[in-house]
């Protein structure tokens, strides 16, 4: 790419009080309205590293640029406006008495007319599926709801760059698919996206680019369809090669030619579909 980066890693470190190093020189350069994955087994140094980003955790060692500024001098507070993040555990960040006074809390910091307040928080509460349980404490909401809240308290403020730390743990298919939705208007509307997960299918199908990360290093950085497919580095990362890449293994130790390129369900749909066209064909002109 010629264009600059938006978040620029360099050399970054970071050593715990223990003496266990998290981080080591790790290098990384994120552009305007990616969408990347950052995967590795746990202890690898996933959460460590996107925390450096909005200044929970400041490098031992190393310097972090956003928008070509060292964010070093930068507050918490001054980076969340760039930078939103949201944790695996949504009570981690949820504290209010009710729903709707998460939301305010968010967005009373913001420029936002008084007469318009109210409004901005109904609309948010619409988007994420939340008006009905706006006066519900989030102690009370299920797992998922609780997953929205904790977007909807982090996106009303619509920083540049959002981060999700496993969003996608222990959601059921329309909860996946909602989220799916939402990272697809986010880039649409030029925000970054980075997603910490062990969703192997999940980044095959949604993820275009993948980090993989070993004892606090980068151990491959590329096109998820090549990442996530190479025995050697997901063996490496202690992960497990997607299903489809597993199948089409199969396939071929049965003599049957895969198409290297299928990394997705509709990929495989179409490759199915084809094949057992072929095979009605074959056997229309054996009876013939």
Known sequence: MNELPLISLNGIEYIYE??????????????????????????????????????????????????????????????????????????????????????????????????????????????????????????NLSGGETKKLAMATIMCRDPDIIVFDEPTLGQDGSEIKFFVELIEKEKKAGKTIIIVTHNIEFAMEFIPRTILMMNGNIIADGPTSKVLTNPKLVEQASLVLPQITQFCAALAANGIACDPNLHTRNDLKRFLMKFFENKQGQLKGENN
């Open 18 to 139: 223990n003496g266990t190093k998290a981080l080591d020189n790790v290098n990384l350069n994120i552009y305007k309205s990616e969408i990347i994955g950052i995967m590795g087994m746990n202890g690898a140094g996933k959460t460590t590293l996107i925390r450096t980003l909005n200044g929970l955790i400041r490098p031992t060692k190393g310097t972090i640029l956003i928008n070509g500024e060292n964010i070093k001098s930068k507050t918490v507070a001054q980076l969340s406006q760039k930078v939103g993040l949201i944790f695996q555990n949504p009570h981690h960040q949820l504290f209010s008495n009710s729903v709707t006074d998460e939301i305010q809390f968010s967005l009373k910091n913001l420029d936002i007319k008084k007469n318009e307040f109210q409004e901005k928080v109904n609309e948010i509460l619409e988007e994420f599926n939340l008006k009905r349980f706006e006066e519900r404490s989030p102690l």
